[in-house]
T-cell receptor
Framework: DADVTQTPRNRITKTGKRIMLECSQTKGHDRMYWYRQDPGLGLRLIYYSFDVKDINKGEISDGYSVSRQAQAKFSLSLESAIPNQTALYFC???????????FGQGTRLTVV | QQQVKQSPQSLIVQKGGISIINCAYENTAFDYFPWYQQFPGKGPALLIAIRPDVSEKKEGRFTISFNKSAKQFSLHIMDSQPGDSATYFCAATPGNSGYALNFGKGTSLLVTP
C-alpha cells in the first residue's frame, strides 16, 4: 500500500459545486500538507498542519479550506469551485520541516 | 512570491551528457535544500538533499553543489540517461519547525538517446 493515498485520482466538477479531496497517510507523521501544481508555476502550498489542532494557511489558501480529522487524515475542500482551480493537487507528509516529504499520487481536478 | 528561483524551465541533454539545474534563494534562514524528482502521473519523490554545513553532496550520478555566500545551489546529473527524463524541483525551508517546504517552479528535463 502507498504511504500517502489520495482520493479521488481524477475529478471533473462544475463551477459553484463543493468538492472535497481526501488524503490519508500510513507514515505516522504529524505534519501534513496540501500543494497545488500548475504548469510553469511549480508546487504551491495551500495549507499545512502540524497536528490535529494546528492548521496553517499557505501562500494560496483563498478559496480553499481544510480539515484534519485525525493524525492520518487531511482533507482539502473547495467550497465553491471555479475554473481557475483546475490543477493537480498533491497531499504530502513529513516527520519534520527539514526531512523527507512523502507525496501522494495526486488528484487531477477539472472545474468546468 | 517565489522564495526559491529555479532555472532553466526546460532542458534537453544528450545521453551521457551532464544536466545542470540551478536554484537561488534570498532567505538566509533556509537550512535544508532538497531536490525532488517527478515522473509523469506520479507525485514528487526526494532525490537528494543538502544542509548548509557542506558545499557538496554526491549520491551516485547526482550531485548537489551549494554556495552559501551566493545563496545558490545546483543539481548536477552526470552521465544523463533517458530514464532521468522527468521534472525536477528544488526546494528550501528554514530549520524552524513552523514552516513548510518552498518549491521552485520546476525544470522539465529531456534526455535524448
Amino acid at each position: 500500500d502507498a504511504d500517502v493515498t489520495q482520493t479521488p485520482r481524477n475529478r471533473i466538477t462544475k463551477t459553484g459545486k463543493r468538492i472535497m479531496l481526501e488524503c490519508s497517510q500510513t507514515k505516522g507523521h504529524d505534519r501534513m500538507y496540501w500543494y497545488r501544481q500548475d504548469p510553469g508555476l511549480g508546487l504551491r502550498l495551500i495549507y499545512y498542519s502540524f497536528d490535529v489542532k494546528d492548521i496553517n494557511k499557505g501562500e494560496i489558501s483563498d478559496g480553499y479550506s481544510v480539515s484534519r480529522q485525525a493524525q492520518a487524515k487531511f482533507s482539502l475542500s473547495l467550497e465553491s469551485a471555479i475554473p481557475n482551480q483546475t490543477a493537480l493537487y498533491f497531499c504530502a507528509t513529513s516527520r519534520t520541516a527539514n526531512t523527507e516529504a512523502f507525496f501522494g499520487q495526486g488528484t487531477r481536478l477539472t472545474v468546468v | 512570491q517565489q522564495q526559491v528561483k529555479q532555472s532553466p524551465q526546460s532542458l534537453i541533454v544528450q545521453k551521457g551528457g551532464i544536466s545542470i539545474i540551478n536554484c537561488a534563494y534570498e532567505n538566509t534562514a533556509f537550512d535544508y535544500f532538497p531536490w525532488y524528482q517527478q515522473f509523469p502521473g506520479k507525485g514528487p519523490a526526494l532525490l537528494i538533499a543538502i544542509r548548509p554545513d557542506v558545499s557538496e553532496k554526491k549520491e551516485g550520478r547526482f550531485t548537489i553543489s551549494f554556495n552559501k555566500s551566493a545563496k545558490q545551489f545546483s543539481l548536477h546529473i552526470m552521465d544523463s540517461q533517458p530514464g532521468d527524463s522527468a521534472t525536477y524541483f528544488c526546494a528550501a525551508t528554514p530549520g524552524n519547525s513552523g514552516y513548510a517546504l518552498n518549491f521552485g517552479k520546476g525544470t522539465s528535463l529531456l534526455v535524448t538517446p
